[in-house]
């Protein structure tokens, strides 16, 4: 096919990475994966002797498998809210990062559920979870919308990925074991462009709302509790918000790693991030808005048990915690994206709204056991060797799945910018 | 139908502690070790807290002892995502212990913070292990436990009523605390008979509950100090 040996030529710098393993990539995988498998050590370690070999106890009952949970669950709202909501809007400069953050949002949600496995008593019996639902529970609904935003998201990036497959499929012959089965018999015939063009309307609106649900419900896993300063109203909306803003920090991060890495300078340009840190900067806002909300209403009309948790957080035990947070999620930020969104400044706000919503879900969690209503239990928490493990073998996971991902798929979709740059030049003529 | 619920007198108790100690060997409560309870993992289904006011030789001491408070609205029981805790037809908020998976939410949910958990496998002193109570269902590491107001005492003490064709007496049953304790702080019978002694004692002036305003409506309840011969 003369058409697909033209787009490989011309997106050469996309499908080069695929073909080429040098040093860079052992070194950045065998460390990682030496990583991750260490935690598989350390789970094993914790499955033998038990959980208490992390650091909670009582009342701290639940800890950094919860706060990694529902932070790797956040990370995953950028991906497929980000590029379905850009792609249903037809915002074109989201085009370049439609992949990347699809391919975040399925392995976020790989890494995020996991925790809650480290963290059953029993993990051998997850699956009595869905064997003998109790539908009241929290944890059921969440569950249940995780599993299905889990499958949308794995259909939404290979449903968007096949005519790229069909392109691997014709430039690589010796990988065809793997892209033919995967490629469905794609040629891009108009009939074909049709179909995929319905499935992918239907998937965008599908994914919205179901992304919506997911950090809702995770939220109420902590808001329809009565731990003091959980239990409130607006956790649903400030979990999403919180959520879609360390998701779009996520696929900066990870775009500009790969921007640097596989010279995609051609694709994704200073355009393309002032953009993107537009769109930060409306979350930067949204977050302190809400966060600025709750801590009011707390300190104002609180009573005295979720009083001892706020003052815990704004000047007791968690106050370093606390202000370390306000700073890296918006007094750095926010006049870095205001005032410098170039690729650097974008790359350092994007990497304290990281850091600073994993410190977010920490000392939301944390504080509120520490300080239960009565007055009499109290206890400190200091994560163990087994939940730090845990934790960055996580994030070896995580990016290990993410490099291995690039080497087998373009990280940029090669059918879609095509599409973009003929209908701008059929606006043009 | 019986109602199961527990008058605690504060102002009979002593601070003795023999309901913790009773309580242990009747429900085969494991013993955590010193380095454990540092980490806030020891377990006590009957908990008891003190709370010292003033300096010597002006001291004021009040005693609380704690056990499951048995709420009629549970929050535990509903966050289960695998109904391992429920609330039985008497009022007794039951775990069922192979059930459970370990997920904890119902430890994290509960504001009287009165379930513990299985961090590491139970373990015992050699030399107490033969005391072990054989009536109680043995609990495995990674699952919660709680204070069941001796559910097996209970069972017991209906079989024999039911082989008479009777109801159960008041005072016929009581929990390992109650029965241990030294000044008869704890009383311990159904509610729904309206002469029984703890029905008497709830309605008392100095009658109260714990967290009364969240809605869960405990069966435990607590007399207040200073009054006597009032209920």
């Given at each position: 096919?003369?058409?697909?040996?033209?787009?490989?030529?011309?997106?050469?710098?996309?499908?080069?990475?695929?073909?080429?393993?040098?040093?860079?990539?052992?070194?950045?995988?065998?460390?990682?994966?030496?990583?991750?498998?260490?935690?598989?050590?350390?789970?094993?370690?914790?499955?033998?002797?038990?959980?208490?070999?992390t650091g909670m106890g009582?009342p701290v009952s639940w800890a950094l498998y919860l706060v990694n949970f529902v932070f790797f669950i956040g990370i995953?709202?950028?991906?497929?809210?980000?590029?379905?909501?850009?792609?249903?809007?037809?915002?074109?400069?989201?085009?370049?990062?439609?992949?990347?953050?699809?391919?975040?949002?399925?392995?976020a949600?790989?890494a995020g559920?996991?925790n809650i496995?480290f963290d059953?008593?029993?993990?051998?019996?997850?699956?009595?979870?869905?064997?003998?639902?109790?539908?009241?529970?929290?944890?059921?609904?969440?569950?249940?919308?995780?599993?299905?935003?889990?499958?949308?998201?794995?259909?939404?990036?290979?449903?968007?990925?096949?005519?790229?497959?069909?392109?691997?499929?014709?430039?690589?012959?010796?990988?065809?074991?793997?892209?033919?089965?995967?490629?469905?018999?794609?040629?891009?015939?108009?009939?074909?462009?049709?179909?995929?063009?319905?499935?992918?309307?239907?998937?965008?609106?599908?994914?919205?709302?179901?992304?919506?649900?997911?950090h809702?419900?995770v939220s109420?896993v902590f808001g329809?509790q009565?731990q003091p300063m959980w239990?409130s109203?607006?956790f649903?909306?400030y979990f999403?918000v919180g959520a879609?803003y360390s998701g779009?920090a996520a696929?900066?991060?990870?775009?500009?790693?790969?921007?640097?890495?596989?010279?995609?300078?051609?694709?994704?340009?200073?355009?393309?991030?002032?953009?993107?840190?537009?769109?930060?900067?409306?979350?930067?806002?949204?977050w302190?808005?809400f966060t600025?909300?709750e801590y009011?209403?707390v300190?104002?009309?609180?009573?005295?048990?979720?009083?001892a948790v706020l003052w815990s957080k704004l000047t007791g035990k968690y106050a370093l915690l606390f202000w370390i947070m306000v700073a890296l999620c918006f007094?750095?930020?926010?006049?870095?994206?205001?005032?410098?969104?170039?690729?650097?400044?974008?790359?350092?706000?994007?990497i304290c709204i990281i850091i600073g919503m994993w410190i977010e879900r920490y000392t939301i969690i944390i504080p509120s056991f520490i300080e239960p209503?009565?007055?009499?239990?109290?206890g400190d928490y200091m994560p163990s060797w087994v939940e730090w493990s845990m934790t960055f073998g996580l994030a070896?996971?995580?990016?290990?799945?993410?490099?291995?991902?690039?080497?087998?798929?373009?990280?940029?979709?090669?059918?879609?910018?095509?599409?973009?740059?003929?209908?701008?030049?059929?606006?043009?003529? | 139908?019986?109602?199961?619920?527990?008058?605690?007198?504060?102002?009979?108790?002593?601070?003795?502690?023999?309901?913790?100690?009773?309580?242990?060997?009747?429900?085969?409560?494991?013993?955590?070790?010193?380095?454990?309870?540092?980490?806030?993992?020891?377990?006590?289904?009957?908990?008891?807290?003190?709370?010292?006011?003033?300096?010597?030789?002006?001291?004021?001491?009040?005693?609380?002892?704690?056990?499951?408070?048995?709420?009629?609205?549970?929050?535990?029981?509903?966050?289960?995502?695998?109904?391992?805790?429920?609330?039985?037809?008497?009022?007794?908020?039951?775990?069922?212990?192979?059930?459970?998976?370990?997920?904890r939410?119902?430890?994290s949910?509960?504001?009287?913070?009165?379930?513990?958990?299985?961090?590491?496998?139970?373990?015992?002193?050699?030399?107490?292990?033969?005391?072990?109570?054989?009536?109680?269902?043995?609990?495995?590491?990674?699952?919660?436990?709680?204070?069941?107001?001796?559910?097996?005492?209970?069972?017991?003490?209906?079989?024999?009523?039911?082989?008479?064709?009777?109801?159960?007496?008041?005072?016929?049953?009581?929990?390992?605390?109650?029965?241990?304790?030294?000044?008869?702080?704890?009383?311990?019978?159904?509610?729904?008979?309206?002469?029984?002694?703890?029905?008497?004692?709830?309605?008392?002036?100095?009658?109260?509950?714990?967290?009364?305003?969240?809605?869960?409506?405990?069966?435990?309840?607590?007399?207040?100090?200073?009054?006597?011969?009032?209920?």
């Amino acid at each position: 096919m003369t058409d697909s040996e033209a787009i490989a030529r011309k997106y050469e710098k996309v499908i080069t990475p695929m073909t080429r393993t040098g040093w860079a990539f052992w070194a950045t995988a065998i460390p990682l994966a030496a990583i991750f498998l260490w935690s598989v050590f350390a789970f094993g370690w914790q499955y033998r002797f038990g959980l208490g070999e992390t650091g909670m106890g009582h009342p701290v009952s639940w800890a950094l498998y919860l706060v990694n949970f529902v932070f790797f669950i956040g990370i995953s709202h950028a991906g497929a809210l980000v590029s379905a909501v850009l792609r249903i809007t037809h915002a074109g400069w989201g085009t370049p990062f439609g992949r990347a953050a699809e391919a975040v949002t399925v392995f976020a949600l790989a890494a995020g559920p996991t925790n809650i496995l480290f963290d059953l008593g029993r993990s051998s019996r997850f699956y009595w979870v869905a064997l003998h639902a109790q539908f009241k529970s929290p944890l059921l609904w969440d569950f249940t919308c995780i599993m299905t935003y889990f499958t949308v998201s794995v259909i939404f990036l290979y449903v968007l990925m096949v005519p790229d497959i069909g392109l691997l499929r014709d430039r690589f012959p010796g990988r065809r074991w793997l892209y033919r089965p995967l490629s469905l018999g794609w040629t891009g015939t108009e009939k074909q462009l049709s179909a995929l063009g319905k499935a992918i309307g239907f998937l965008c609106i599908a994914v919205i709302p179901i992304a919506v649900s997911v950090h809702t419900v995770v939220s109420w896993v902590f808001g329809l509790q009565t731990q003091p300063m959980w239990f409130s109203t607006i956790f649903a909306p400030y979990f999403v918000v919180g959520a879609i803003y360390s998701g779009i920090a996520a696929i900066i991060l990870v775009t500009i790693a790969l921007r640097k890495v596989y010279h995609l300078e051609d694709y994704l340009k200073p355009y393309h991030y002032n953009n993107m840190g537009l769109l930060l900067l409306v979350f930067t806002l949204l977050w302190a808005y809400f966060t600025f909300a709750e801590y009011l209403t707390v300190g104002y009309a609180g009573g005295e048990a979720e009083h001892a948790v706020l003052w815990s957080k704004l000047t007791g035990k968690y106050a370093l915690l606390f202000w370390i947070m306000v700073a890296l999620c918006f007094v750095i930020p926010f006049p870095i994206l205001v005032f410098r969104r170039t690729l650097p400044g974008l790359l350092i706000a994007s990497i304290c709204i990281i850091i600073g919503m994993w410190i977010e879900r920490y000392t939301i969690i944390i504080p509120s056991f520490i300080e239960p209503r009565l007055p009499y239990v109290r206890g400190d928490y200091m994560p163990s060797w087994v939940e730090w493990s845990m934790t960055f073998g996580l994030a070896a996971g995580f990016t290990l799945a993410f490099v291995l991902f690039s080497k087998l798929f373009p990280v940029i979709s090669i059918w879609e910018t095509e599409k973009d740059e003929k209908e701008k030049e059929s606006k043009g003529n | 139908m019986y109602r199961w619920g527990m008058v605690i007198d504060l102002d009979r108790c002593t601070g003795c502690q023999a309901c913790v100690v009773a309580c242990r060997q009747e429900n085969n409560v494991p013993f955590a070790g010193e380095q454990e309870a540092v980490l806030g993992r020891g377990k006590f289904w009957m908990n008891f807290i003190s709370e010292v006011k003033g300096s010597y030789p002006d001291v004021k001491m009040r005693f609380f002892p704690i056990p499951c408070m048995q709420c009629d609205h549970p929050p535990c029981t509903k966050v289960c995502p695998v109904e391992a805790t429920y609330k039985n037809p008497e009022g007794i908020v039951a775990q069922v212990y192979p059930r459970c998976i370990g997920v904890r939410m119902c430890i994290s949910n509960c504001p009287y913070t009165v379930r513990y958990f299985n961090w590491h496998a139970p373990a015992w002193p050699d030399d107490y292990k033969r005391g072990r109570n054989p009536d109680v269902y043995k609990r495995r590491k990674g699952i919660t436990e709680k204070c069941n107001f001796c559910i097996q005492r209970i069972r017991t003490a209906k079989w024999k009523a039911k082989k008479e064709n009777r109801r159960i007496h008041d005072g016929e049953v009581i929990p390992a605390c109650a029965e241990t304790c030294p000044s008869g702080a704890i009383s311990f019978g159904d509610l729904n008979d309206s002469n029984s002694r703890v029905s008497r004692l709830s309605k008392s002036r100095r009658a109260f509950r714990l967290l009364e305003d969240l809605g869960t409506k405990p069966k435990v309840y607590y007399l207040k100090e200073g009054e006597w011969h009032d209920g």
